[in-house]
């Protein structure tokens, strides 16, 4: 069976700046696939290519066989988009917005009311579908803009960072959906910055970062690309110097990498338990406590860490 996306060398320009550079990669039908990467790393410029938002500079992408840049009716029959930002009506009710979007899909009628209750119910809102959505909270106009994207039964969704600036309880509900989606078949694209995510949802992540996709595998072959190695995670006081800290500890014997974010220190290692003692030690030489150390085995984070030389942070 052909993937259902396949991206094919694809490039961005806006004047002089290259957001999106010459990437490829594919998505195999009923699979959900992340992209991940910090912001401005050309998660959503990606996204806006192939949902045919933004022409791109070259390159292609083909979505059911359609190409984004020949076929752009045909490609948007076969996708839903739930954008990043809130595109909902603030003062219609959920079920207004709903009917409303499903009319510009096309649907009418009875398929349109059937549709309409069997997405309210897939994004746990029914009991609240005549609330306008100004009264809503962060969340449950994410949980909407989500339904927006799949009244018209798309084959292929792309989600592009649907849980920034919620609440918890509302973003594990939006993973939670995005698995059922996937569970019943749908084939997913989702861009976030959440390692989290990433690692819970996806059957193959590609990593991004300055518009260049720079590891691209299922979440085993990813790891193994850091060997067998740690991460340390060093918490210090908000008033303390992270940066003079890392360049320090970094002169220890056995630390790979130190790399600096707000009042942590994140040391890749292949010997962590052996490394706490005398990074402890050093930092007491320096004048700086260290309040809590947590040990990391292998993940995104530390491939993401590996391969750039910074964390994968906002």
């Known amino acids: 069976m052909p993937p259902i996306l396949e991206v094919q060398n694809l490039v961005k320009k806006f004047g002089d700046l290259t ?10 039908e009923g699979e959900i696939f992340s992209l991940l990467g910090p912001n401005g ?9 192939l949902s045919t938002l933004f022409i791109p500079t070259s390159g292609d ?6 190409s984004v840049t020949r076929e752009p009716m045909q490609v948007k029959r076969s996708i839903g988009v739930v954008p ?3 595109a909902l009506y603030e003062d219609l009710t959920a079920l207004e917005n709903l009917r409303f979007w499903g009319q510009m899909y096309g649907l009418s009628g009875k398929s349109l009311n059937q549709r309409v209750d069997e997405v309210l119910e897939l994004i746990g809102l029914r009991d609240k579908a005549r609330q306008r959505i100004k009264t809503y909270s962060g969340g449950m106009k994410r949980r909407v803009n989500i339904g927006v994207g799949l009244l018209h039964q798309p084959r292929l969704l792309f989600m592009d960072e649907p849980t920034v600036g919620i609440d918890p309880q509302s973003r594990r509900a939006i993973l939670d959906s995005v698995k059922e989606l996937n569970h019943h078949g749908m084939s997913v694209l989702y861009t976030t910055h959440y390692m989290e995510e990433a690692q819970e949802l996806s059957d193959r992540v590609g990593i991004i970062d300055h518009g260049e996709l720079i590891a691209l595998g ?16 060093l918490h210090i006081g908000e008033n303390e110097d992270p940066q003079h800290l890392a360049d320090e500890l970094s002169k220890l014997k056995g630390v790979m990498k130190a790399e600096p974010t707000d009042h942590e220190i994140a040391l890749v290692t292949s ?14 030489q320096l004048g700086i406590k260290v309040q809590t150390i947590d040990i990391r085995e292998p993940n995104l984070e530390a491939v993401f860490l ?9």
């Open 306 to 314: 590996h391969l750039t030389g910074r964390a994968l942070r906002d």
């Open 41 to 49: 790393a050309g998660k959503t410029t990606t996204i806006s290519m």
């Open 19 to 28: 957001a999106v550079k010459e990437i490829s990669f594919d998505i195999k």
């Open 84 to 86: 990043q930002e809130i």
């Open 61 to 66: 992408a083909l979505v059911c066989g359609h």
């Open 218 to 233: 299922t979440q085993t072959e990813l790891t193994r690309q850091v060997g067998e190695t740690d991460t340390l995670i």
């Open 271 to 284: 010997s962590a338990e052996e490394l706490i003692a005398p990074v402890v030690t050093r930092a007491d």
